[in-house]
């Protein structure tokens, strides 16, 4: 409609009508909005954006580069026809009588740019005013314009004050959003741990500070506003009194000019520190995003043509995570990206610079030492067309060395070469909110048959052909719903479709039980990666041993390198005791004639069923649609396919419930009647002290400057005053505006504290209802969509309500005053004023539905930009790996292309309401003035009337557009609401239904009766009819194929599913009759993903502070983390990072040892939780497991079988059931046994055969300052 609008409508916005329309007979859709109009659009202003950018650069260097500068240079030309035309109405007016950096800073940018006009004209209004006034009243004018402009830097003063307070609150504001990150990515763990209340309350106290600093800059903000009223009182009294002190006298007609021109000014001074509360806002906002943009850019590795057989080539190579400050400064740059690209303005400068420098603010500023090389002497040539394995103990370097060929670090020294496109999988693997076959394919195009390949050789045909929409499955944020290792396979499948000539494999098979490990090395790696160059991490030694060349990394050096066979021969230690773990007969000249036996013995027992399975999978087929055996393996990601939740969309009016919310949170009816009370008392001060100096101008005047009283002679516009009894009406008049100012200020503070109680009431409830919401909410539900509720949402509800709401408030009662002033003196205006305010009724009707929907639309459309981002910078490394930064650019520039729609729609709508008001209230002025003329009258109270009429030109329309803002404003209280009400409680913490015996549980007994479990009430059952009993202290292994049901046993003992039938008895305790807290704080676990939060080192080891120092530094000691903590300056108090980045995967696993250590549960479960270790920290585990929980019992889930054989029994878990439960010499025996279908011919024989031998090898030691920490 815009870009057809003829200049009529583009005046009038009569091009909006339709839409408006539209609006009031249905809700509006997205579709309805039509396109963004491409003058607005991401491609069309980033382009000239680069231009400017650069030129600033070259002529200021980066450092003074003003970004303020370039934004006023790209949107000059719009600010000058803003300004040009806003000074011409002004002309009239005087001489007739605009969720922290994308959702707030660039909405703070805008609000500036919206204000511009405003505060451009500030200084034209007492000039113009000034030249009016002294032709009409004479020098006594140039005193009064003084005073009023004298206010001006007070107002400055105020705004950089309110500055200065805001710029403190955004860092807590950072603050409580990250702490609301780490807490939706880890909520499975935290409730498994009873954190709930502990991090409820971590959050409020950085909610408490962020209030008390919302708190000074609100009450400040609001006394400014409250104090615009008196401006205009105090302008016209100094006027008046000096014209009386020079002696000139004042006719009655003028100083009712003096009175309506203050007063007309007062709009301006109104909105005057709203717009300089932008401004210092909008300069807050530009400084973080420059920071963002002078950031050095992400560099990859040089490419060379070559043409040796060398695909990866570093020599000397010294690297470190961050430059050094000679570093940065030493480097200038010709572009902001050093590349052209294209997209919008604000949005570029947050997302493209997240791209490309995230790893440099966040994930890789981790520790004090963030300077400091990490690796040292690399030197390596690694061969095209070759596997070659990297191994190493935990934090030697190995993930780091995988970065450094990325690029992911700067080189200190030396030279790094990469020959070759790079196919990368992260060690903690990344998937999109997207479908899994979106995941996989990556933005290449899609070859159905190799396509099939690669599923198959990825293992992951019978995933897919679970799910109910198979590889159209969506996957909820980051694939929180899938296990790891189906998270790691289809990491692995995207890097295989991708064809790349090198592929960098950071320990993709930690996830995954042996025999699909084994499939996938052997199909996957091994021959469908045949031809490339192979580069692969591991702990799994069978693996590392069959590679054609092997690096052995200790403390960031290559300390080792070779094959296998050399290796062996060179007998260097380190290698030496990483290969000890999988071949140690070997290695000690054991009888291998024997081993060879028992591998055979074990191969015999290998049933068809493998068989079938390796045979399917090489068929290429994509789905088993026809296999007979019907299996129910349901995990989570079943559950995601089958109710993955569309962020919800209210329709209609914003509830009433949500307006009594909102009133409850603030206090309640009572406490907001008496503000509102204030509000009317504060206006109604106003309005008297107008009707007093009515009342002085009339008791004083004379005819023709004498001194005696008329006898009621009137003459409209001659009548001159000389004050009778000046000292009493001057005592009233000014005891009257000290009242109003304490009115004022008694009103400024009770809106405030009622305001941001209600705010932070809201927040807490909200906080309350997430976290104790069911795990089935955060597996349907995007953690972008929750943070956006916490950022963009809760920042409506902090500034932007509460400022729309008092000036509708003020100015509400202001306009009731008004017209009630005029129809007192003028009664007939009645007549009038009714068909007005029907006409007014019926616009703001029509506009408030339309205004409503586009505002939801707007904050429905900002959730998914908020989840891409979040998404984009915990996938960076691979989508730098990948190149495929303008992928998802061009995602993002889609997705701010539709939110900025309607955003602009919204803006719009305000517009087409505004020129139909100014209409109805120039209609309005009009009617009055006629009556002022037409109708004999006291020349005073006919001014005063007059004078009323001209306030309300501007305040009228500026008054509607505020409420429908604020109503507007209100769905963000609507949508946080829907939280609190809507969200699933997953239960009572407590309960009194039980008494627990005391220090329960007292013996560890375990027993499943009959368990059934499904996740969703549609969906198939995931456990059927389990059914086991462990002993007391017994230690159990729990295996089975991945998706075979191994986890649900956690989750039901846990509570976090309910189960549908049977029960479990806990040392005679029926759990399902215990509160969720009572149970889940009596049992422990150290799960697959080591979960540590920001903070420090104790917090994170006890964080409710049961335990003393000596008990913390007694686990760190039995950890083998005790030196490496005691070396460093805070010790206890070492900071931790967010999601302990500062720490390797290896020494996160270590701590989270320690933190069940202290606890000392009677019940341990080890839910996979070495899979991502070498094998030595996995026996460092396992040892310490075994000697420090000799009463308690465990229950450890696996995929490696030398991690559960020396268990007492080993439980093993098919399709749901519990297939086999017994000791592990005894499984092994029965060939007819479900394990064998397991056990690996080329690993299980030397566990079995040399568990013994395996208590001699060396222990390695973690308590090296690693450098990956």
């Not at 991401?42 to 370039?70: M, P, T």
């Not at 991708?498 to 950071?506: F, H, Q, S, V």
């Not at 704080?1081 to 049961?1106: A, H, M, V, W, Y």
């Amino acid at each position: 409609p815009y870009a057809r609008a003829n200049f009529w409508q583009l005046l009038t916005l009569s091009w909006m009508t339709p839409l408006v329309w539209l609006g009031y007979k249905r809700p509006i859709e997205m579709e309805d909005l039509g396109h963004l109009p491409a003058v607005d659009s991401f491609d069309a202003n980033i382009n000239q954006f680069q231009i400017l950018w650069d030129k600033e650069v070259a002529a200021h260097g980066i450092e003074k580069a003003s970004l303020g500068r370039v934004l006023f240079l790209l949107v000059r030309k719009k600010l000058l026809k803003t300004f040009l035309i806003y000074c011409l109405v002004l002309t009239c007016t005087v001489l007739g009588p605009l969720t922290n950096l994308y959702a707030n800073d660039a909405q703070r940018m805008f609000e500036a740019v919206l204000y511009f006009a405003f505060i451009s004209g500030a200084p034209i209004i007492p000039l113009c005013a000034l030249i009016y006034l002294t032709s009409i009243v004479g020098p006594a004018a140039i005193v009064g314009c003084v005073t009023f402009v004298l206010f001006y830097p007070i107002l400055i003063g105020v705004a950089r004050y309110i500055s200065k307070l805001r710029r403190s609150t955004i860092g807590v504001t950072d603050k409580r959003i990250r702490l609301m990150n780490e807490i939706l990515t880890n909520i499975k763990l935290i409730k498994m741990n009873v954190w709930e209340s502990l991090l409820i309350q971590r959050v409020k106290e950085v909610r408490q500070t962020e209030t008390e600093r919302l708190s000074k800059a609100a009450l400040t903000q609001s006394l400014s506003i409250s104090a615009m009223p008196i401006v205009p009182v105090i302008a016209s009294i100094i006027t008046i009194i000096t014209a009386f002190g020079l002696g000139t006298g004042l006719k009655s007609s003028q100083a009712f000019a003096v009175v309506s021109m203050f007063n007309a000014m007062r709009f301006t001074m109104t909105t005057l520190p709203t717009g300089m509360k932008a401004v210092a806002e909008a300069n807050i906002a530009l400084g973080r995003i420059k920071n963002l943009l002078v950031l050095n850019e992400y560099e990859k590795c040089i490419e060379r043509s070559g043409d040796d057989d060398t695909a990866i080539h570093i020599t000397d190579g010294t690297f470190a995570w961050t430059k050094t400050e000679s570093d940065k400064k030493g480097r200038r740059r010709s572009s902001v990206w050093g590349r052209p690209v294209t997209g919008n303005l604000l949005a570029l400068n947050f997302s493209e610079r997240i791209l490309i420098n995230f790893k440099q603010i966040v994930t890789k500023s981790l520790h004090d030492a963030k300077r400091l090389p990490v690796l040292f002497d690399i030197n390596l040539a690694i061969k095209k067309n070759i596997i070659t394995g990297i191994c190493g103990h935990t934090g030697s370097g190995k993930s780091s060395l995988i970065a450094a060929i990325l690029g992911e670090m700067h080189v200190c020294s030396g030279e790094s070469h990469v020959t070759g496109t790079i196919g990368y999988v992260p060690q903690q693997p990344w998937v999109m909110n997207a479908t899994i076959k979106d995941n996989i394919l990556f933005g290449v195009p899609l070859d159905e048959q190799r396509y099939d390949q690669v599923l198959s050789d990825c293992s992951l045909v019978d995933d897919l052909r679970l799910l109910p929409e198979g590889d159209e499955t969506i996957l909820g944020d980051r694939g929180v719903n899938l296990s790891g290792g189906q998270r790691q396979r289809i990491s692995l499948a995207r890097a295989l479709y991708a064809d790349k000539d090198i592929y960098l494999l950071d320990d993709p098979l930690s996830g995954v039980d042996l025999d699909v490990g084994n499939h996938i090395f052997a199909s996957c790696i091994q021959r469908s990666m045949a031809g490339k160059t192979v580069v692969l991490v591991s702990h799994q030694m069978q693996y590392i041993k069959q590679c054609d060349h092997i690096l052995v990394m200790e403390n960031g050096m290559i300390v080792e390198q070779g094959k296998d066979s050399n290796l062996l021969e060179k007998r260097g230690v380190s290698y030496l005791r990483l290969a000890a773990y999988y071949d140690m007969l070997t290695l000690f000249g054991t009888d291998i004639d024997k081993i060879e036996r028992t591998d055979e013995v074990i191969a015999t027992k290998k049933p068809s069923y493998l068989e079938t399975e390796r045979l399917s999978f090489n068929t290429g087929q994509t789905l088993r649609a026809n296999q007979k055996r019907e299996r129910y393996l349901i995990t989570f990601a079943t559950l995601l396919g089958r109710t993955f939740t569309v962020e919800s969309r209210l329709k209609g009016h914003v509830s009433a419930a949500s307006y009594r919310m909102y009133i409850k949170c603030a206090g309640g009816y009572f406490k907001s009647f008496i503000v509102i009370m204030m509000f009317a008392l504060s206006i109604g001060a106003k309005v008297f002290n107008d009707y007093w100096l009515s009342e002085w101008i009339r008791s004083g005047f004379t005819v023709n400057n004498t001194l005696q009283e008329s006898d009621n002679e009137f003459s409209n516009g001659t009548s001159t005053i000389t004050f009778q009894q000046p000292l009493m009406y001057l005592l009233v008049y000014c005891s009257a505006a000290v009242f109003m100012i304490i009115l004022l200020c008694f009103k400024g503070l009770t809106f405030t504290k009622a305001t941001l109680r209600a705010s932070t009431r809201i927040h807490n409830q909200v906080l309350e209802a997430i976290m104790q919401s069911s795990m089935t909410f955060f597996t349907s539900t995007p953690g972008g969509r929750i943070l956006n509720r916490f950022s963009r949402d809760m920042d409506d509800v902090d500034i932007r309500l509460p400022m729309f709401t008092e000036l509708i408030l003020q100015n509400i009662f202001l306009i009731i005053f008004s017209l009630g002033v005029i129809i007192s003196i003028f009664p007939w205006f009645l007549l009038a004023l009714i068909p007005l305010v029907v006409i007014f009724i019926i616009i703001n009707v029509i506009f408030k539905g339309s205004l409503r929907e586009v505002k939801r639309l707007d904050n429905r459309s900002r959730s998914p930009v908020i989840s891409h981002l979040s998404a984009t910078i915990a996938g960076i490394t691979t989508i730098h790996a990948f190149d495929k930064t303008e992928n998802f650019l061009d995602r993002f520039r889609k997705l701010v292309d539709k939110n900025s729609t309607t955003f602009v729609t919204f803006h719009c709508l305000h517009r087409w309401l505004a020129v139909r008001l100014d209409f109805v209230v120039t209609t309005f002025v009009t009617i009055t003035a006629i009556f002022v003329v037409a109708q004999p009258n006291d020349a005073t109270r006919a001014g005063l009337a007059l004078s009323y009429a001209f306030q309300l030109t501007g305040m009228f329309q500026y008054t509607v557009r505020n409420a429908a803002e604020a109503e507007a404003r209100f769905t963000s209280v609507e949508r946080l609401r829907d939280y609190v009400v809507n969200t699933e409680n997953e239960g009572k913490r407590h309960t009194k239904l039980i008494q627990l015996p005391k220090k329960w549980p007292f013996e560890g007994q375990v027993t499943f009766h009959q368990v059934q479990m499904r996740y969703h009430p549609d969906l198939p059952l995931v456990l059927h009819d389990m059914d086991f009993h462990i002993r007391a202290g017994e230690k159990v292994g729990i295996i089975g194929r991945t998706g075979s049901g191994k986890s649900s046993i956690g989750a039901c003992m846990y509570r976090l599913v309910e189960v549908e039938s049977g029960k479990i008895i806990v040392d005679g305790v029926n759990i399902s009759m215990l509160g969720l807290d009572d149970l889940r704080s009596n049992l422990c676990i150290i799960p697959q993903d080591p979960l540590l939060f920001s903070g420090t080192l104790r917090k994170n080891l006890d964080p409710f502070d049961e335990h003393s120092d000596e008990e913390v530094w007694d686990v760190l000691e039995k950890v083998n983390l005790k030196t490496k903590f005691e070396r460093l300056t805070h010790r206890l108090y070492t900071a931790i990072k967010e999601n302990g980045n500062n720490f390797s995967v290896g020494e996160r696993q270590l701590l989270c040892l320690a933190r069940t250590l202290l606890r000392r549960g009677k019940i341990v479960i080890l839910d996979e939780a070495t899979a991502s270790m070498d094998s030595e920290t996995d026996k460092l585990i396992q040892d310490t497991i075994k000697n420090e929980f000799l009463d308690s019992t465990l229950l450890i889930v696996a995929h490696r079988l030398q991690t559960v054989m020396a268990c007492d029994r080993i439980l093993i878990v098919h399709e749901g059931r519990a297939v086999e439960f017994d000791e592990p010499q005894k499984l092994i025996e029965n060939s007819q046994l479900k394990l064998n279908e397991i056990i690996d011919n080329q690993e299980t024989a030397p566990i079995l055969n040399g568990n013994l031998a395996m208590q001699t090898i060396p222990v390695p030691n973690h308590n090296a300052n690693h450098p990956e920490a």
